[in-house]
């Protein structure tokens, strides 16, 4: 037998097909089919969990999507652990371990539950007070306690092994819900001929038909129609039927999200299958058929395991064959709970009484009770529950008082009424309405298209919401072209059932200071919401977040409801006007394994490699990451450290000469009748006098008159420039041009290309630079006279063609090398022969660092943040005075720009040569100030520099030129370091060697 | 992901092949360097931000590469028109357009 509790004859498992699974190391036996939820009942275990913030005993409230109690770890093995699942949603397997949650040292004792007896101070919003002093101690002592206690699972030690798919898809009607009503309205649509979705989480379409069992469709059972139903539509070739797809988000233009759970209820899956599936709709019409969810009633010690809503008692007998209880009890507001009872009744299980709070419950109801012999208390509440692990019995008295009676029971089964599950309506941004009638929100009017059918639509009928479903359904395919055609379904034998209650029932109100809970998942009750209320939170959404009412995983399902009515009753106002707070996505918790998919690794971040990259890495590279590049970075030789490399390649480049690595450089083409008089507007600088085969440092503002970026350009002919960019800012520069040529100087005729990849770069500096490439290049006059500093040619180098120019960002005499990207690496190899027997080396991006600044050259965005003008940068040169217009000229021309006390760009020397300024380190004058002190700038470079013998910085100082040798102080955490400002050129102070 | 028409490709291509650059219909003053303080303010610094029909410029970045002007909603993120870059604001269906913002 699999479990005590299994009803012969009831439910619609296979007793044969017997599966094995082990809850906290337990061996149990379950059917297939079962979910976790069931199967654990079958074998009488009601235990669950333990409760977020008071640890308490829970058992399972639900057995579907909105469970908030009985949240489980489950593990296939290392890497696949996951935790806070559903055991109302994981189907059992083969094998499957399941562990429980939120408890320490185990399920039936708990040292947590310790915080269930110092309750009063975890009262509601007792994060925000009882813990916000002394800060310090929030972070050493609180929060890491309260995180350890509760905490919600454990997270995977190890890196997620599975693997996730993703598919796009196109339909013309997107159905979501396979209950009656997604059925139908499948069925409807199909028939015309349009494309349709069909998804339900469930594992079987049917929705409520699988545990109503009094319905028959078309003259068969419920449950077998919607089987049919599913099939049949599973055939065609315009349906695609999902089933265990949940849809989490409903997104702008009919762009649905929906989640597809492959292999999570397989003992043993092929190793090509993907663990989920995300589908990413886009529907042409969408149908919400989401039906609704049972609330709980909220009373005192409303929250032992065994006491559980109507619906999934039901659910457990008529799906899973499995009884809750052998001495059941029922509380209710509504009608729904008596067709449990009779269902259990019938089974053969003792149904103690039905405490129902009404009066007058639905027509019949009490002659069937009388029929099969249940007791009915009507006007009665159930006022209290005992039981330890479980519930044992409920205490029930009169509305309005009296005396109590004790009923002994080892399950409860409650229902106040039936929430409709509008989540996926307003999270398509719709407007939810009130309904007093039936004192529910219902969908209001559709922002997308979009059409809700059914019990989410508050249509509870069966045969109103299947002819609502089919017309629905028909229309859909009309919006879509397709042509009409008729389906007729007929359904009856459904329970017209009345009542609900929204709030606190007998025993909790106002007056009370019992635990009657609302939100199972974050252990918030009645008395928290009204304690929320008199702090002065008024608005539901301020209540929300000072419970933390509805914010569990479980988003309120079965709580937002029962929360919203006591604070309404608190603030003395209709629930209306107290407002619904807003749905999400995603509708249940989706994994990240999901959402992220393939984009993991190097489909997350890739990794850009330049032409050269495989050399640097046979030649021992230390590479960095720049943006999503890989750059050289160092080039350690035996026995060096960073540190010992660095100082070598620094020395070397000055002593002979050294290979770097440029190509990473953005660069974009510059073309046309006009490219002189554009980029006359991109650039600070005149380029109209530029002559063919000279370069020009250019300088690029924002229309703020804030440096944008800077690079070489050089100019390849009267109507093309070669623009460089800074590594990190190609693609901004480009679109940054873009922009203006397009929408404010689309009169110029030029062209912008992008050609930052189609040039492999190798800059050769040093004094032997020339010497290096001379014997390669051909059709070029390398002499100084023929070819000065700053000037560019178009020739050809080992054979293929290159454009050489004749730059330095290292202050020595030096080229770099363009040659097309394929060619780039022979090109290396060559330069390299000739290099290495000179005494060349190869450098990395760090000395590169060092030699630049050794000669005061800026970085963009390193010793410039976005608020630093060219004069600040001390570039003021490089900004054309004759011209007319430039983007940034009016900026630059702001008072604030122009005013003293700026913070300007200078060299710091450290007194002692030996000390080394850490970058983003502050400046003050006086040391000995109190704190906070008042800070003069900060540190941008800094560097230890081989060629000076000193370590050298330039900082961001105010006022900072006119201070020229004067002292300044940088506090550090344990120390001041003293630093004399100096000029930023260290090395080289004439500038004489660029023109060796 | 909204779906946004390329008035220049002239197809409804996914959000994720284009970028978002800013309110539309603010040209660059062409006497750039005579206006005052104030009126560059008003030009560089200050947008209208509006709840509902907001005019606004996106790129087609990874297809065509061109800017254009749409007409969106921002409460309800619905697109109501999409037009090339220099063209004069559309006429808006009556009631469709905020109190502010548009008029302007
Ligand atoms: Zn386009």
Not at chain 1, 27 to 38: K, Q, V
Not at chain 1, 288 to 315: C, K
Not at chain 1, 453 to 475: F, K, P
Not at chain 1, 754 to 778: D, M, N, T
Request: include cysteine; charged fraction near 20%.
């Amino acid at each position: 037998m699999s479990g005590a509790n299994r009803i012969a004859g009831a439910g619609r498992l296979t007793p044969a097909k017997k599966v094995r699974f082990s809850f906290d190391g337990e061996i149990y036996t379950a059917l297939e089919g079962d979910t976790l939820a069931s199967a654990l009942l079958a074998n009488g275990v009601h235990l669950m969990g333990r409760s977020f913030k008071y640890h308490r005993p829970r058992g399972v409230l639900g057995a579907g999507a909105e469970e908030p109690n009985a949240l489980m770890g489950i593990e296939r093995d290392a890497s696949r652990q996951q935790p806070n699942v559903r055991a109302t949603v994981q189907e059992v397997f083969e094998g499957m371990t399941a562990v429980s949650q939120n408890r320490w040292p185990s399920l039936a004792f708990d040292v947590g539950s310790v915080n269930n007896l110092l309750s009063p101070i975890f009262a509601a919003g007792f994060y925000y007070k009882t813990f916000m002093w002394p800060k310090i101690a929030w972070e050493k002592l609180y929060e890491p306690i309260i995180r350890g206690a509760a905490g919600l699972g454990v997270a995977p030690a190890s890196a997620d092994t599975d693997h996730y798919s993703s598919r796009y898809l196109h339909a013309d009607v997107l159905i979501v819900g396979g209950g009656v009503s997604g059925l139908s309205a499948a069925l409807a649509a199909a028939k015309t001929g349009a494309s349709v979705i069909l998804c339900d989480e469930q594992a079987q379409m049917g929705g409520a038909l699988s545990y109503e069992s009094g319905v028959s469709v078309d003259g068969v059972s419920g449950f077998d129609w919607a089987s049919n139903a599913a099939a049949q539509l599973a055939a065609l070739d315009n349906v695609r039927v999902l089933t265990r797809t949940t849809a989490f988000g409903y997104y702008a233009q009919n762009f649905v999200g929906l989640v597809e759970r492959v292999t999570d209820h397989l003992a043993d899956p092929r190793a090509d299958m993907p663990r989920e599936r995300l589908w990413q709709v886009r529907a042409r019409q969408v149908i919400l058929a989401t039906g609704s969810i049972e609330r709980h009633m909220v009373f005192a010690n409303n929250d032992r395991p065994g006491i559980m809503l109507s619906s999934a008692a039901r659910i457990y007998l008529n799906q899973y064959g499995v009884a809750v209880g052998t001495k059941v009890g029922v509380y209710t507001a509504n009608d729904s709970a008596y067709e449990t009872a009779f269902d259990l009744k019938r089974a053969g299980v003792s149904v103690e009484a039905i405490v129902d709070c009404r009066d007058n419950p639905g027509e019949g109801l009490l002659s069937t009770a009388a029929d099969l012999g249940i007791q009915v208390l009507t006007g009665h509440s159930v006022v209290d529950t005992k039981g330890a692990r479980r519930v044992s019995s409920m205490i029930v008295e009169r509305n309005g008082g009296g005396a109590r009676q004790t009923f002994a029971v080892d399950a409860l089964i409650m229902s106040a009424g039936w929430t409709p599950s509008v989540h996926l309506y307003s999270q398509s941004r719709g407007k939810v309405v009130w309904d007093d009638g039936t004192q529910r929100f219902l969908p209001g009017e559709c922002p997308q298209d979009c059409a809700s059918v059914g019990a989410c639509n508050g249509t509870d009928a069966l045969q109103a919401s299947i002819d609502e479903a089919i017309a629905a359904g028909v229309q859909a395919a009309v919006d879509c072209g397709k042509k009409p055609a008729s389906t007729v379904i007929t359904g009856e034998g459904a329970g017209d059932w009345t009542g609900g209650m929204a709030g606190s029932a007998a025993g909790a109100g106002a007056d009370t200071t019992v635990k009657a809970f609302v939100d199972f998942q974050n252990d918030v009750t009645a008395k928290d919401i009204r304690l929320a209320v008199r702090e002065g939170m008024h608005s539901i959404e301020h209540v929300k977040r000072f419970t933390t009412n509805g914010m569990a995983s479980d988003q309120g399902k079965t709580s937002n409801i029962h929360g919203l009515a006591i604070a309404a009753e608190a603030l003395n106002r209709e629930i209306p006007q107290v407002g619904l707070t807003t749905f999400r996505a995603p509708y249940t918790p989706v994994t990240f394994g999901s959402i992220v998919n393939h984009g993991r690794g190097g489909l997350f971040d890739p990794a850009r490699k330049t032409p050269f990259h495989d050399w640097e890495e046979r030649h021992g590279a230390v590479f960095e990451d720049v943006g999503q590049w890989k750059r050289a970075w160092y080039y350690p030789r035996v026995g060096e450290d960073m540190h010992a490399a660095v100082n070598r390649e620094c020395r070397t480049v000055r002593e002979s000469a050294g290979l770097f690595d440029a190509s990473t450089l953005g660069k974009i083409e510059v073309v046309g009748p006009d490219a002189a008089q554009f980029l006359d507007l991109m650039y600070t600088n005149g380029w109209s006098k530029l002559k063919p085969g000279r370069c020009k440092y250019g300088i690029m503002l924002r229309e703020d008159g804030f440096i944008y970026d800077d690079g070489v350009v050089a100019r390849i002919a009267e109507d093309r420039f070669h623009v460089t960019t800074t590594t990190g800012g190609a693609p901004r520069v480009l679109h940054h041009m873009e922009d203006y040529l397009q929408t404010e100087f689309p009169h110029l005729n030029v062209w912008l290309t992008s050609s930052s990849e189609q040039w492999a770069v190798i800059a050769v500096q040093g004094p032997k630079a020339r010497e290096i490439i001379a014997p390669l290049v051909e059709g070029i006059d390398l002499s100084s006279e023929a070819m000065p500093h700053m000037s560019a040619r178009e020739g050809r180098i080992c054979g293929v063609p290159t454009r050489l120019f004749r730059v330095s960002f290292t202050g020595e005499a030096g080229y770099e090398i363009n040659v097309p990207a394929n060619y780039g690496p022979a090109v290396w190899d060559a330069v390299w022969a000739q290099a290495e027997p000179l005494g060349a080396c190869v450098y990395g991006t760090e000395t590169m660092h060092v030699l630049r600044a050794e000669k005061g050259f800026i970085i963009v965005g390193q010793d410039t943040d976005g608020t630093v003008t060219p004069h600040d940068a001390g570039l003021g040169w490089a900004i054309a005075k004759s011209k007319p217009d430039y983007v940034g000229i009016r900026g630059l021309m702001r008072p604030d720009l122009m005013a003293d006390g700026r913070k300007q760009l200078i060299g710091l020397k450290t007194k002692d040569p030996n000390t080394v300024l850490e970058e983003g380190a502050q400046i003050v004058a006086d040391p000995n100030q109190p704190v906070p002190m008042t800070m003069l700038g900060h540190v941008t470079s800094s560097y230890w520099s081989q060629n000076c013998g000193r370590s050298i910085a330039m900082a961001l100082l105010v006022d900072g030129r006119a201070k020229m040798g004067q002292t300044f102080y940088v506090p550090m955490p344990d120390h001041t370091i003293e630093v004399e400002v100096s000029s930023t050129v260290f090395f080289d102070e004439k500038g004489e060697r660029v023109n060796g | 992901m909204l779906l946004i028409h390329c008035p220049y490709c002239n197809e409804e291509r996914p959000e994720l092949e284009f970028r978002h650059a800013g309110e539309a219909h603010i040209a660059r003053p062409t006497n750039i360097t005579a206006i005052s303080d104030e009126e560059f303010t008003q030009f560089f610094f200050l947008r209208d931000n509006p709840k509902g029909i907001a005019f606004e410029r996106w790129r087609h970045m990874h297809g065509c590469g061109r800017f254009f002007n749409a007409v969106r909603d921002t409460v309800t993120d619905k697109f109501v028109t999409t037009y090339e870059a220099g063209q004069p604001r559309p006429d808006l269906p009556a009631g469709g357009e905020n109190e502010k913002g548009a008029g302007k």
